[in-house]
């Protein structure tokens, strides 16, 4: 009865900690079968991979928190986990959206092995982990979802540099993404292209900061619709 009460007291926890090791295993899978398909050196150049990563190193420190706190019965987790956690989600649930709408129809092979574990499995066990993982006792305010557009700004900056000192980002391309290619037959502000063309980078950069935000801001009104109640219990405790 006492492991009983235990599973069902801390079944949160427990299912985050499952889905956490998933996230480490999968992710570190999918970066593996890239590299060795790749064997260019360009893996940790995408973002891609950058956020499979990220969102695996976080979730790797996480599970040592959720152990210290299952055998202890203290609090580990810093004050900014909600706001990395948002972040680090916002950035993986891109790389999933992205693949999903933009790349996959444009990809002779999308279903392999890599692209399945880094741009599907772990973007969406990355946001279910999110809300298994939020802290009720410090909940994220209204402006926190504006952290979430560190990321792509910072790949912003990191790829321009790439392209302009002509970074071999593999198979001969000095950019690591079609809508990344200032070069292209639209440059940075044209129109009228083909495919993923039809307008250029400075436009994709916009939509894709819009998107951020909205996915930063759909996950903290989630949080805030299934959380609320539990953060007034835990203020008048």
């Known amino acids: 009865m006492r492991v009983l009460n235990y599973l ?57 928190f ?17 706001i990395v ?14 693949f999903m709408t933009v790349l996959l129809p444009t990809s002779p092979d999308p279903f ?15 946001i279910i982990d999110f809300f298994l993982s939020y802290e009720t006792s ?9 952290f979430s557009c560190i990321p792509p700004l910072y790949y912003l900056v990191f790829a321009s540099i790439g392209y302009v000192n002509h970074w071999d980002f593999g198979g001969g391309n000095n950019y690591p ?3 990344l290619s200032w070069g292209s037959s639209v440059g940075a502000f044209g129109f009228g292209g083909p495919g993923i063309y039809f307008m250029g980078s400075f436009y994709w950069i916009l939509l894709l900061l ?4 909205f996915l930063s801001y759909l996950f903290y009104a989630l949080s805030f619709l299934i959380f609320k109640p539990h953060s007034k219990v835990l203020k008048k405790e």
């Open 8 to 64: 069902v007291s801390n079944i949160r926890d427990i299912l985050g900690l499952i889905v956490k090791v998933c996230v480490v295993v999968l992710a570190s899978l999918g970066l593996f079968y890239m590299d060795q398909l790749t064997q260019e050196g360009t893996t940790f150049l995408y973002f891609t991979n950058q956020s499979n990563l990220a969102i695996a190193i976080l979730c790797g420190l996480e599970i040592v």
């Open 66 to 82: 959720v152990i210290l706190e299952m055998v202890t019965k203290k609090r580990y987790f810093p004050l900014v986990h909600n």
């Open 85 to 98: 956690k948002l972040v680090i989600t916002v950035a993986i649930a891109l790389t999933g959206l992205i």
């Open 112 to 126: 392999k092995i890599h692209n399945v574990l880094t741009h599907m499995v772990v973007p969406l066990l990355g």
């Open 138 to 146: 410090k909940p994220l305010k209204k402006w926190m979802p504006l």
């Open 177 to 179: 993404y079609p809508f």
């Open 210 to 213: 819009a998107i951020v935000l």
